[in-house]
T-cell receptor, first 111, second 114 residues
Framework: GDSVTQMEGPVTLSEEAFLTINCTYT??????LFWYVQYPGEGLQLLLK?????DKGSNKGFEATYRKETTSFHLEKGSVQVSDSAVYFC??????????FGDGTTLTVKP | SQTIHQWPATLVQPVGSPLSLECTVE??????LYWYRQAAGRGLQLLFY??????ISSEVPQNLSASRPQDRQFILSSKKLLLSDSGFYLC?????????????FGDGTRLSIL
């Protein structure tokens, strides 16, 4: 079956540091890929998505590129802020419409 | 615009008591609806999904059940709660249109079983 593996946390960075959270996936066909963010006590919010190979999703300074050859969708941000502290989930949705989520990576940004 | 409402936000229940969590979606028709459970520090476990009224698919056998009495209403129930049912329950919806549609989540219900 499908699977999503993302970098284990927690990740702690200083403000303005560069962020990378790795995500790799296994799926048949051509899934769509997503990053979601969860702030404390809330549900998940869509951060960005990419629907085909070489697409780059971007939002709020975050970016991720759909790499079919390496089956990866790493999340990056050039300069993190304290307000970016949250749990980040990588997910895929396959051609049958079924979603698979990674276990989440907790990011803490210190001033 | 579309919105999703989930309630209650928190719930404390004794072991063996019944459960009913409700989720409603506004601003869209015929959504796909989902119930997930998130254990502390873990990812999401899909419990149920529904593609239409009265159509429920169960992903994990357990003492929970789901119902969809109306197009935009999704209910998670149990007749007798277990300690292991504690967790953060999330309702979500997605539109028709295939794999490129993201899921939209409610704010969740924190369920504690005593």
């Amino acid at each position: 079956g499908d699977s999503v593996t993302q970098m284990e946390g927690p990740v702690t960075l200083s403000e303005e540091a560069f962020l990378t959270i790795n995500c790799t996936y296994t799926a048949t066909g051509y899934p769509s890929l997503f990053w979601y963010v969860q702030y404390p006590g809330e549900g998940l919010q869509l951060l960005l998505k990419a629907t085909k190979a070489d697409d780059k999703g971007s939002n709020k300074g975050f970016e991720a590129t759909y790499r079919k050859e390496t089956t990866s969708f790493h999340l990056e941000k050039g300069s993190v802020q304290v307000s970016d502290s949250a749990v980040y989930f990588c997910a895929l949705r396959n051609n049958a419409g079924k979603s698979t989520f990674g276990d989440g990576t907790t990011l803490t940004v210190k001033p | 615009s579309q919105t999703i409402h989930q309630w209650p936000a928190t719930l404390v229940q004794p072991v063996g008591s019944p459960l009913s969590l409700e989720c409603t979606v506004e601003g869209t028709s015929n959504p796909n609806l989902y119930w997930y459970r998130q254990a502390a520090g873990r990812g999401l476990q899909l419990l149920f999904y529904s593609v239409g009224i009265g159509q429920i698919s169960s992903e994990v056998p357990q003492n929970l059940s789901a119902s969809r009495p109306q197009d935009r209403q999704f209910i998670l129930s149990s007749k007798k709660l277990l300690l292991s049912d504690s967790g953060f329950y999330l309702c979500a919806w997605s539109g028709e249109g295939g794999s490129n549609q993201p899921q939209h989540f409610g704010d969740g219900t924190r369920l504690s079983i005593l």
